[in-house]
């Protein structure tokens, strides 16, 4: 919400009220329903001026490395939690996460869209003799439900361009990619 990716924030609780008030309600059109929301749900929250900049602060730097660094020696307490919280995920896709977007930012949908399929093929079935990162977290959260992935690498340090680079390749030929027809 701070950083203006999401437009509401409802608690759990408050949803059967909402629905409530929702089925109460009728609609003459789609600008109706949308001051409707506006109005009831999103007026109220009001984004922090800080939010931007603090953002672009950390995450505008080069490597993933550099912006968890920041975020751990920054004061600021959603800071330190945004670091612990980047360092349980899993370094490799944080790394594969910040390839996808800076290479998307000067992609057409349809390009963008193949090279997402791409990676989700490589998520699951890209690297020969390691277990896959999805299916790692798989593993930890839904299955074992341990809590504990082994990530491969353990260590945001410890991801090489090349293990990120091989997400980009794509498994399929440009003539036989399932999206080819985009």
């Known amino acids: 919400m701070a950083f203006g990716l ?7 609780a408050r949803l059967p009220a909402l629905w409530e008030a929702l089925a109460a309600q009728s609609f003459s059109g789609t600008a109706e329903a949308n001051a409707w929301i506006a109005t009831n749900l999103i007026a109220d929250y009001e984004r922090p001026v ?15 490395k550099h912006m968890v660094d920041a975020l751990e020696a920054s004061p600021d307490a959603w800071a330190q939690k945004t670091a612990a919280t980047l360092r349980k995920r899993s ?9 996808q977007i800076r290479r998307a930012r000067t992609m057409g949908l349809a390009d963008e869209l193949r090279m997402e ?5 490589h998520c699951f079935h890209g690297r020969p003799g390691a277990s ?8 930890a959260l839904a299955i074992d439900k341990d809590f504990h992935p082994r990530w491969q690498p353990a260590r945001i340090e410890d991801v090489k361009p090349a293990m990120v680079a091989a ?8 003539d036989a990619h399932p999206l080819r027809a985009l």
């Open 50 to 64: 800080w939010a931007g900049s603090q953002f672009d602060k950390y995450f505008s730097l080069l490597r993933v």
């Open 167 to 174: 997400f980009f390749e794509s498994p399929w030929p440009a």
């Open 132 to 139: 896959s990162e999805a299916v790692e977290g798989i593993r």
């Open 91 to 99: 370094p490799l896709m944080l790394h594969v996460t910040l390839e």
């Open 117 to 121: 399929r791409g990676m989700m093929h």
């Open 6 to 12: 999401a437009d509401v924030n409802i608690e759990a």
